[in-house]
Structures are given as structure tokens and as C-alpha cells.
């Protein structure tokens, strides 16, 4: 999955001498004196963010050494900052009189880091050195196909096209021992310390202060986001079910069992996370073959990384979005530099606080990319639209919305959008009769998706309260990978390995929760927007490309940032005020009763 980083953003995410918070006067604080705090306090965050997002590029861009202590040196102000204003704001959130605005700001800056440093001499030098270090470690890391070294982007392009069991097994196997097992020992001290930081903030340990962002207590959060998945999972049950069962046709008992779990390196993707790659595989007879490929449609009408890019903008300026500045194209990655090591997981970068807005990728010509930079850029149309807005504001209505707003508009990447832009030929266009291989198609990403985007967080909520501890890293992670996936991995592990190390969003201290949202609000959004738009036919058809009135409310809603509580935001563009899982099951209720028909007689489950 992705990830935005905005500066307001980055300086809590990141771990001259700090700018210090106002001290607290001795008598009760005043509401007065907490504006005047978060006055300095915005300012200055914001001003140290310019030159912090600027080291985090450099060395996201440009793996070095030297970049990496920039990185880690900067990260290392930008903590001990945050931490010094989060204590401080706590102790101005018990003032009388606070409108409902500051008190909104003072706890969005109590619970802004992401890693927390406590207040001990060197602590926060220590935790960013650990979050350079590891993410860098995955940057660089590489696993093998066939005997031969293979890095990051090329592996996980070779998992959704390899069929070949055994150099399945081989990269899967090789990745998560290279990648994710030497991380085990500097992970641990890495949450021991941002644990040491959430205590001194007044929380429980780092989860439960994750937990603490969503507009509720953290308890609830936990609590709604197992309601969401109560809703979705007999569809995910069923999915699950007829995947096995043509993983089974296809490869035998030998590598996959009729019934149990699925083995992890199978599924097209190095994490099991999204299972679209083997779409082949599970096509259905009658309606499987969908009449058109993107990744040959790019190919066939000469597009590269760079036209494809200009695809997407084109999406979001035909819904009257501004087009993207000239910078964007003079100083994003777009495709992988030949010299050097960089970063290759996608991201969407805003650098000012304005209009530096940029993505960094290792574009392929490829549908997945294709759809990856439609993700990317709502990102960057969301860190321009909320400009406007307070320090502390800039940032989405909470991290899934940040997620869902690039995924719906992708949701929009249907027949009749790739004929609009020229992609696709009208006499080709797939009748009525290959809905039920559409819909497939979509739900083999984003319903497969669900547990996973559920479970990361879900181990890591166990790691930092101890409930999965040092001992059983590797028994947390693979028995929640079985409970919520029905997934296994291809080889026994042992607590000398680190799978979790080698997903990315692990080493890179990137919260996850916010995907599992996205997948259910960006359906919301979707649905939302072909209401808007008065399309008629099946929703998984719709595409609003072109239609200005649902841009328009759009950006009311992107405009607004972190200004307001989430269900605000939800309510000004969906009318609800609810996330829920529904709208994403309405969409594919007519696969979910295919599903259950194909399913009969089998033993579903695991």
C-alpha cells in the first residue's frame, strides 16, 4: 500500500538545537495563553518541517550513508520538538473556557507523533537512528529467483507473473530472511523506546495513542473497526473458499491442499495482501475473459511512466481540479533511478505546505502502476486542497480518508473511463455478461485486502502492549495471518526470523489501520460520487470522470483537512455520518451470490 507525507504530517512521523515550548505559567493556564502556545507551537513545527521533509526526500531518493544520518539527524529534532509540545499541550487542554477549535488543536498535537520519544538524554537521537536504519535496510534489501539477487520492485513484479511453485517459495522465502529477519533486534528496542515516550504522553503505550486519533476513545476505534469487519467477512470468507479451491485445480494437493489455509507465496503478491496478479487463475470460464488487459492497452498505445502520470492528472482536471505545477514534474521520482539506491514504495510527497507536491515511484508500464498513480495523486489534490487550512489542520479528516481519496478515484477505472481517455476501442467494451469477471477481478484486491489491512496494526497493537511479546514476534504475526487471512506461510518459521520486517509499512513505522478504512470509505466515497453524478447502470461501471459537480463537492471536502471531526467530513460529501462496510458489499453482492453458488458442497473455512 501507499503513503502520503505531508510536512505537518512528516514531522510527527520522523523521529541547530530544538525551538522549545513555551513554558506553562505557574498559575492554572489561561485559554489566552493556550492560543498564544499553539500560535508558537504551529509556527515553529511548521518551519522546522520545510528542512526535515527535505532531508527525508534526499534520503528516501538517494540511499546513502550520509543521507541516512541527515535523515536520522533531522528526525531526531523534529521528536524531541513534537514531544516537548505534546507535554506541553496537555498541560493547557484542562484550561476553562477553550473553544472547541483549540481544544481540537491542542489534542491533535498531544497525539501527532507517530513515535514518541521519552525525554531521556538521547533517546530521540536513538529511536530516529533505529527508524533511519530500518527503513533504509528495507530499501536496500533484495532477495533471490533462480540463485540470482533481485531488489524490492523487480521481486514483487515477479510474484504476480511467476506460476512456478518452487521460485515462489524461493522469493518469498528469501525475501522475508534477508529482508525482514535481520531487523528482529533493532525493532524490539525500537518499540521499547517509542513505548518509554507514549507513557511519559500520557498514553497506555504507542498503540493505544494510534488508537487515540480517530475522533473517539481508543477503545472504541478498536471496537468500530471489528464492526467493519464483521460486516465484510462472509464476503471475504467466500472469496477465500473459491480462490483455494482453483488454487488447488490448478497446482495440486501437493503445493495447495483442497481444504486449510492457503499458502502465502500462491497469491500473487510477496504479502498475500492483494491477490489480483492470478486473476487467471480464478477467472471464471464463461465471463473470466474480460476483453481487455491495461497493462496491453499502455503497451499497445505507447505510453510510458511519464504519459501515464499525465493519465492520472487528467482524471482530476476533468473533474475542474488545477493542474499540477511545473515542479511536480521537475522534482518527483518517477521512475527508478539506474544510480543509485532509493526507496521504490510509492509515495506522495508535499514539501511547502503549498503547491511542492510530488510522488515518488519506480513506475512500470503496467495496470497496477497504472492504478497506483491514480492513488498517489489524490494524495497530492488533498495536500493542495486543505492548504488553506491551519498548521495543524493540514493532514485529512483522519489518515483513512488521506488513503480513500486516490483508491476511489481508481475505483473509477472502469470501461468506459479507459474509452473516454482513448485507451480502449467502444467495440470492446464488455458486455452485461462479463460483469461477473469484473467484479472478481476488483474484489481478488480489494476484498482479499480486508484482513490483512486489519491485521497489521492488530499485531503491532499486541507488540507495543505486550499481549505479543519479544519472544513471539513471529507467533503473533503468522497466527493472525492465519486467524483473519487463511493464509500460511510456504515454509515452517521460527522465532529466529522477522516476517512482519519485510512488509514495508513495519520497518517504515508507517500506522496501517488507515488502509483497512480507506478500502471501506473509498467505496463510500464511490458510491457517493455516482449518486452525484446520476449514473444509471451496475456501480461497478460507474465513472464520474469528467463530471465538475462532484469535483466541486470534492474539494469541499478536501478543503477541509483535519479541521473538523472525521464524520464532518464523511457527512459533506456522503450525507453519512458512519463508516461502515456497507457500501463496499453493495457493490459486489452480485459476485458475493456467484460466490456462494461455486462454493456449494465445498468445506470453506480454515
Known amino acids: 500500500m501507499k503513503i502520503a507525507i505531508s510536512l505537518a504530517a512528516l514531522a510527527a512521523a520522523l523521529v541547530a538545537s530544538p525551538v522549545m515550548a513555551q513554558q506553562a505559567p505557574a498559575a492554572a493556564p489561561t485559554a489566552a ?6 500560535a508558537n507551537a504551529e509556527k515553529a513545527l511548521f518551519d522546522q518541517s520545510i528542512i526535515s521533509g527535505r532531508a527525508a526526500w534526499v534520503n528516501a531518493t538517494y540511499i546513502t550513508d550520509d543521507t541516512d544520518a541527515l535523515a536520522s539527524y533531522f528526525g531526531a529534532i523534529d521528536t524531541k520538538q513534537r514531544v516537548d509540545y505534546a507535554l506541553e499541550a496537555a498541560k493547557y487542554a484542562a484550561a476553562p473556557g477553550l473553544s472547541a477549535e483549540t481544544k481540537r488543536r491542542l489534542n491533535l498535537l498531544q497525539t501527532a507523533l507517530t513515535l514518541p520519544a521519552p525525554t531521556t538524554a538521547g533517546a530521540a537521537e536513538e529511536l ?15 532477495g533471490t529467483l533462480k540463485g540470482q539477487p533481485i531488489n524490492g520492485s523487480d521481486i514483487e513484479e515477479q510474484m504476480g507473473i511467476n506460476r512456478n511453485p518452487a521460485e515462489l517459495k524461493e522469493m518469498w522465502v528469501s525475501w522475508h530472511d534477508n529482508v525482514g529477519a535481520p531487523m528482529r533486534e533493532d525493532y524490539a528496542k525500537l518499540v521499547g523506546i517509542a513505548n518509554a515516550g507514549s507513557k511519559e504522553l500520557g498514553f497506555a503505550d504507542t498503540g493505544a495513542m494510534w ?19 464483521a460486516e465484510v467477512k462472509p464476503l471475504y470468507d467466500e472469496l477465500h473458499c473459491y480462490t483455494r479451491a ?10 495447495q491442499p483442497a481444504t486449510g489455509p492457503i499458502r502465502a507465496d500462491l497469491l500473487g503478491n510477496m504479502w498475500a495482501q492483494e491477490w489480483g496478479n492470478i486473476y487467471d487463475i480464478v477467472a471464471p470460464a464463461d465471463a473470466g475473459d474480460l476483453g481487455y488487459d491495461v497493462t496491453e492497452l499502455l503497451t499497445a498505445k505507447g505510453y510510458d511512466p511519464i504519459k501515464m502520470v499525465k493519465a492520472g492528472e487528467g482524471f482530476y482536471s476533468s473533474l475542474g481540479f488545477d ?6 514534474w521537475e522534482r518527483s521520482q518517477i521512475v527508478k533511478p539506474r544510480d543509485r539506491e532509493v526507496v521504490c514504495h510509492a509515495s506522495a510527497w508535499d514539501l511547502d505546505n503549498k503547491n511542492d507536491i510530488r510522488i515518488k515511484m519506480c513506475t512500470k508500464v503496467n495496470g497496477d502502476d497504472f492504478v497506483t498513480i491514480h492513488h498517489e495523486l489524490g494524495h497530492n489534490y488533498y495536500q493542495r486542497a486543505y492548504q488553506i487550512q491551519k498548521p495543524l489542520y493540514l493532514d485529512g479528516a ?23 481517455i482513448g485507451l480502449l476501442d467502444p467495440a470492446k467494451v464488455p458486455g452485461a455478461d462479463k460483469d ?7 474484489a481478488m484486491d480489494k476484498v482479499a485486502f480486508l484482513p490483512f489491512g486489519l491485521l497489521i496494526d492488530k499485531w503491532r497493537w499486541g507488540v507495543f502492549d505486550g499481549s505479543i511479546p519479544q519472544g513471539q514476534y513471529e507467533k503473533g504475526w503468522n497466527d493472525l495471518r492465519l486467524q483473519y487471512q487463511g493464509i500460511v506461510p510456504p515454509v515452517p518459521r521460527d522465532e529466529t526470523k522477522f516476517d512482519p520486517g519485510g512488509k514495508y509499512h513495519i520497518p517504515g513505522n508507517t500506522p496501517y489501520t488507515r488502509y483497512f478504512l480507506a478500502r471501506v470509505l473509498q467505496f463510500q466515497f464511490y458510491e457517493a460520487a455516482c449518486r452525484q453524478a446520476g449514473w444509471k447502470g451496475p456501480l461497478h461501471r460507474c465513472s464520474f470522470y469528467g463530471n465538475k459537480q462532484v469535483g466541486e463537492k470534492l474539494n469541499a471536502m478536501l478543503e477541509m483537512g483535519a479541521s473538523k471531526p472525521w464524520p464532518d467530513a464523511l457527512q459533506a460529501f456522503t450525507g453519512s455520518r458512519e463508516m461502515s462496510g456497507k457500501a463496499l458489499v453493495n457493490y459486489f453482492a452480485p459476485l458475493q451470490k456467484w460466490l456462494i453458488e461455486q462454493n456449494k458442497g465445498k468445506s470453506c473455512g480454515w
Open 323 to 328: 493542474p499540477l505545477p511545473q515542479t511536480f
Open 246 to 255: 482453483k488454487l488447488n485445480e490448478k497446482y495440486g494437493d501437493a503445493v
Open 128 to 142: 530516529n537512528q533505529l527508524a533511519t536504519k530500518l527503513q533504509s535496510a528495507y530499501g536496500k534489501g533484495k
Open 211 to 229: 488508537r487515540s486519533k480517530y475522533d473517539m476513545p481508543a477503545d472504541d476505534f478498536a471496537k468500530l473497526t471489528d464492526k467493519i469487519w
Open 33 to 38: 495563553q493556550a492560543e498564544a502556545f499553539l
Open 436 to 442: 461477473l469477471g469484473l467484479l472478481l477481478r476488483q
Open 398 to 420: 483522519n489518515d483513512g480518508f488521506h488513503e480513500a481519496i486516490g483508491d476511489f478515484i481508481a475505483l473509477s477505472i472502469t470501461p468506459d473511463y479507459l474509452v473516454k
